[in-house]
């Protein structure tokens, strides 16, 4: 017997159909012996609804009362689900994020859970009772409807999970597991058995979607031993745990890559201490987030070139705000180049093993791809490459590391 | 300067453009230096969609997540609506029922509004805060989500106007006010400025869907002047107020036709005390609702026929639990009829006149229509007619009291 906490995504409950399904799969559960509090989306398409209404009135609009409007779809479907696993015979009920409740922050439409009062929930667990929670809302300290951001039922259910001490929490989605590459262009990925939090951290901010990178950090910091399986079948998924759960450790973990990236350069920045703060300061005032940078060895001691990336989408307003600033800053020319993708490789086993960034540049050599940009972390190396050679350079990569499917 | 609940139905909400149209309203009577209230309906379909939903899992729903559902539609509106206010400039805020709180019993699916807690709502309406609160939805003692029943939008918007002793509660609707007959039957029939709500009440209850009965009888009760007006103009509509406001009171105010009748007859039932309750007992059991009765004196001292009504929906029930009470009941035969249809001529005048019944009689006799059931109350009178004279028995009644438009 566990106690679980079983999260369904917006594509599990669609329609009816679907929601009947997600009701088998829990009392499957609960028939197994299982003590069950299940975490559900709002049905697919419906919050894009929603939020496309606000938008159609204001897109400077009050946040709060956002939250009141786009919370609504996954109270309906904690309402269905209850009606759904009653009708197989269990006791279930909904229970609304300000029920319980779900404590957040005041900071509406991307808000962070600071406490989920769970007593209550604890002892309708104990007594067989499926409790159903809306994911993705809560309430703000003044008794206003909150919501945590899109995906936000992720951190739902890994929260949910943590306030009522769950043995695993299971993220049912549309994949059956985290692979080590994106199996629509490496043909021969694998989908993992194990993976830690700190690689399924690098995994979900460079793009591969699986998990919000909220909830991982927050299964991270509470040890909530995390599952992304499949709503589709019965078979396991991944499991996301500590390190210590995974006996042998892989040296690379997956090959991912994140098309959303655009490259700035500025040229003839003076080199002096300082400069970078000074370009640097006007993107975070303008909340542009920065991800790679480099900066050239000068070659005559007094100028040098900058070179990092942003989002694609903050590409025109960066450029706008640097330009802006010209006369401040200094530089000669400014360039920007959306052609660009991100290629990581990500693994705990870099940390003792030496010659794995080596690998990638080699491998990338070989294959005629040239490295723009490069940034490491930890447990993970990053290349900045053109982006036609994407696909070229995932699958190598996939065959330098061993990852490759027999 | 006055305070007025203004409410909005689900025609007047059904997309952006038509609550872009019901902000601008409602910033009218804000202009016009009055503290305003809105409730809200569910855009017109949505409650449909929602109930439609419930019934697609189970057709014996838990009711108390059957409101978990539904009571979603009116707080997507209330949240659009604010947002509609503010981009006006003017301050606004949804108010959901819990958070209010509109405090209900239990009875979920049909709850009764037992109190709310306006304080907090008329410090900001005194404030200049424009407050939109969702209808149809409250809060049961035990902390969960109850509804009001279909159509109780109204009594949520006259209970706010209760509680926060608002001057008017303004109804906005798809009609321009309460017509002295059906104008679709009724060409000359004519708007009434004012009505009472014991007017109000015996229109309501016998056909004239323009208010939800039980939210007259609120506003009787905590004598809350209503105003049934038009969404689509700025006309004054029908005001709906206490018999002490109307100076000049005319004899009849209304004609009106329920359709949904059925005529059941039973034929040579014993004559002796305590028949009727033996019959209506059975009835009463089966959760069926019994209108006009009549039974016809006796010719022979023995046995007599008596007749009544039910709705056309319950025609088939009452006949099936007559019919396996036959043994028991003693009667001959029974008969039903649903090609009928009750006629009723409303007004207060009436208590001070006499001769309005008898002018209804030879009204209705003059077009050579036959009477098959009559019934009274102190401010109306009802006839059961052969359904295809409806129109003519409309035409001539409206006519004879006077009531045609010039």
Redesign the interface.
Known sequence: MARIVMKFGGTSVVN?ER??AVADKVKGEVDAGNQVGVVVSAMAGVTNQ?VA??D???TL??A??????VS?GE??T???L???L??RGLDA??C?G??IPVETDDAHGKARITAIRADRVVEWMEKGKVVVVPGFQGVAPD???TTLGRGGSDTSAVALAAAVEADLCDIYTDVSGVYTSDPRIVAKARKLDKITYEEMLEMASVGAKVLQTRSVEMAMKHEVRLQVRSSYSDEPGTLVVGEDEIVEQELVSGITCSRDEAKITLTCVADRPGVAATIFGPLADAAINVDMIVQNVSADGKSTDLTFTVAEADREKAVQTLKAEKSELGFLEILSDSDVVKVSVIGMGMRSHVGVAQKMFSALADKGINIQVISTSEIKVSVLIEEEYTELALRALHHAYGLDAK
Chains 1, 2 share one sequence.
């Open positions: 009816i929601i009947e929603l209404y606000v159609e009135i204001s609009y009050d709060r009362e956002y939250d009141v409007v609504t109270q309906v904690s309402g269905l209850a009606l759904a009653q009708k009920r909904s609304l300000w029920q008794g206003r409807v």
